[in-house]
Each structure stands twice: as structure tokens, then as C-alpha cells.
């Protein structure tokens, strides 16, 4: 029986990747300007050069992960305060509405950084550094 080659080691372990991600740090060089403004992400890390807009859609994942933290870490509470009576309904309500646009407008660049993590710690061969500095085609070309 043939055996798969084994893959090289890793010059950025998954360890780094996750507390890259975590301090919204370039999962590539460790570089702290992932965001130009508020809201806008670079193109490319202007440290390193990787590419940060890995495709059409790329993001989306970081819309579903946002949504899903908004919700279970904001909405779920509330719901259950209104439920079990600590907080009036017409209370509830209110927070609710102003939480579920508040807080992914808050977490945002933390779902965005967060995203980026999960994809490298998931698929660590296809960070730069892990590919011997050679980054993934321009998303043009995916
Ligand atoms: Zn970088």
C-alpha cells in the first residue's frame, strides 16, 4: 500500500493562526493594519502583501458567523431575560432591536478577523508563509 507523502511543517502553526486571529492580526506576518478606516479591509496586507479579499463571497462566512454570535451571545440572553421575567417585554423588545443592529456593527471587524482565522487555521499550506512566500492568485483570477 502507498502512503501520501507527509506535508511539509508548518512555518506558521495553527497555534499562531488562532492568536493571529483572535488580536485581529495578519495571519501571514503577524502585521496589525488589516483595516483601512472603520470598516474597509485592506486589499492586501500592507505588511506582508498577502491577499486579504480571497474571492467573491469570501466574506460571507463572516456575515454568518457574525449573525450567529449576535445571536447567541445577544439576542439569546435577552430572549431569555424577557422570558423568565427579569426585563419587561417592551424592554426586550427595544434592546433587541437596537442589539441585533448594534452589535454586528460592533463585532464586525472581529467576525472579519475571526473568518480569516478559521480559513488558515483550517487550511494552514495555503498561507504565504506556509507556502514559501508564494500567496494564492488574486481573486480575480478564482
Ligand atoms: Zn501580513
Known sequence: MKQEPESPPLVISRKVIFWRGVFHRCPN????????????????????????????????????????????????????????????????????????????ILFYRTSRCWWLMAYFYCLPHELPANRGGFDAPESEEF
Open 29 to 104: 506576518c503577524g502585521g496589525h493594519n488589516l483595516f483601512q478606516g472603520r470598516f474597509a479591509l485592506h486589499r492586501k496586507c500592507p505588511d506582508c502583501g498577502m491577499v486579504l479579499e480571497r474571492g467573491e463571497g469570501f466574506f460571507l462566512g463572516s456575515m454568518s458567523l457574525n449573525y450567529g454570535v449576535t445571536l447567541v451571545a445577544f439576542l439569546t440572553p435577552v430572549l431569555v431575560a424577557a422570558l423568565r421575567g427579569w426585563i419587561p417585554p417592551n424592554a426586550a423588545v427595544g434592546l433587541a432591536l437596537i442589539g441585533a443592529v448594534g452589535f454586528p
